[in-house]
């Protein structure tokens, strides 16, 4: 009986470890509300990078038309990843919203990280 | 290598006649001169007076196709509109000469400068448009058209001078040079990839079929006509100034460009053009 209940325990735990990887490591479901926290959170990584004058060209600049994005009538659409994302989640597509609004969060931590990195920058001669 | 390229030595004691007086502070004439003593040692036979007529100074090829241009210069129209329009009275009976002086060769040389009182760097297009709103004028868009236009006038006129930025002995003023310079020399964007990664340490290299231009002497010739503007443009003007060009360089690493006539790029500009001093203006001038 001992030894059952030994089994049952690593059973469970086996399985709640194995639930758990696949919830972390698993993507938030493609919904409004998701797309809605997605951009929140890229536009404060970019806020953040823009504090310290490191934002990049392509995550949502205005003018930028590196992205490119059709919509379900066929028309193709050119911004930036900010941009995109919002087309898309017009668009009702919000996987490829959520897709490039990661993609922005992604470039605005590096904008900060590049531009907080050299704050010392200097000649090398 | 040609006529109109000038000794080292002519350079070098030019710069260091640039240097201080009291009240000033040194700061960019040392850097200038430890960024020209690097070109020496990275292009030798090459002469830092010759810099201003950017990679063309550094292939006699290419410099004679560029002075066959300049015999005829595409610009010469858009120089002499903007020499039009500079000499035109405002509807107050007031002209430009009211703002900058009747010697119009001695405009250009006067920028960029620190003004103590805005506790900033003033640039000559910052200028002209203070001049025109000024005298209830319409201000001119900041990087094309017109302002090239007057700018490549003022520009024209003041070919020959020496460049001679002063940073006065101001903290305020040393902190606004010390933010261009970090400017210059930060790498930014997507490419991470500074002013001086493609300017300095890669200066006269090839990027595809296109040689980088060193840093020092590229001040010189603005505003500057693009072949490459005038492509897209419907009358050929491919005139712009130095704050388009930053922006386009901005774009080109893929980070996101400031507006012209912000403080960072009018601080990078104090800063850039102060890498050139003891060279000669000779804008506008065309490049690829």
């Known amino acids: 009986m001992k030894h059952l209940a030994k089994i049952a325990a690593g059973v469970s ?27 929140a959170q890229a536009n404060a990584a970019l806020d953040r990078a823009a504090s310290v004058e490191g934002e990049w060209r392509d995550s949502r600049w205005k003018k930028s038309t590196f992205v490119k994005y059709k919509t ?4 193709t659409h050119k911004s930036s ?19 490039f609004a990661e993609t922005a969060t992604f470039q605005g931590n590096m904008g900060y990280e590049q531009a907080v990195g050299q704050k010392n920058i200097g000649p090398r001669f | 290598m040609h006529k109109i390229v000038k000794s080292l030595l002519a350079a070098s004691v030019a710069v260091s006649t640039s240097v201080a007086v009291a009240g000033n502070s040194d700061i960019n004439n040392k850097d200038a001169m430890a960024m020209q003593e690097y070109f020496k040692n990275k292009l030798p036979g090459v002469e830092m007076s010759s810099l201003i007529h950017g990679a063309y100074a550094l292939d006699e090829s290419r410099f004679d196709q560029f002075m066959n241009i300049e015999e005829f210069p595409p610009y010469e129209d858009f ?14 009976g007031k002209s430009f000469a009211d703002c900058f002086g009747d010697d119009t060769s001695a405009v250009k040389a006067k920028y960029p400068h620190w003004d103590s009182k805005k506790e900033s760097v003033v640039t ?24 090239a236009y007057v700018s490549g006038y003022l520009a024209t006129e003041a070919r020959g001078q020496t460049i001679n930025v002063v940073v006065p002995d101001d903290p305020k003023a040393i902190a606004a040079y010390e933010d261009g310079k970090k400017h210059f020399y930060q790498k930014r964007g997507q490419l991470n990839l500074s002013c001086a990664d493609c300017h300095v340490y890669y200066g006269s290299s090839y990027v595809r079929s296109e040689v980088l231009s060193p840093a020092t002497g590229q001040a010189s010739h603005f505003p ?14 491919g005139l712009g100034t130095l704050h388009r060009r930053y922006g386009g360089c901005n774009k080109q690493v893929r980070a996101k460009p400031f507006k012209a006539q912000s403080e960072e790029y009018k601080n990078l500009e104090f800063f850039h053009t102060s890498m050139s001093n003891g060279l000669e203006y000779n804008g506008p001038a065309y490049r690829k």
Do not use: H
């Open chain 2, 79 to 92: 120089v002499a509109k903007g020499e039009e329009f500079y000499n035109t009275p405002f509807k107050n």
């Open chain 1, 72 to 75: 379900k009538d066929g028309k």
């Open chain 2, 124 to 147: 000559l297009e910052e200028d002209i448009n203070k001049c025109l709103t000024d005298n209830g004028e319409k201000a001119l868009g900041w990087k094309k058209g017109m302002m």
């Open chain 2, 224 to 237: 500057v006509y693009r072949q490459k503007w005038a492509n897209g443009s419907p009358n050929e003007d």
């Open chain 1, 13 to 39: 735990a086996a399985l709640l470890l194995s639930s758990s990887v696949a919830f972390a490591g698993g993507k938030a479901a493609p919904t409004k509300e998701n797309f809605e926290k997605a951009l």
């Open chain 1, 81 to 99: 990843f900010l941009g995109a994302a919002e087309i898309a989640a017009a668009d009702g597509d919000y996987a490829s919203a959520m897709k």
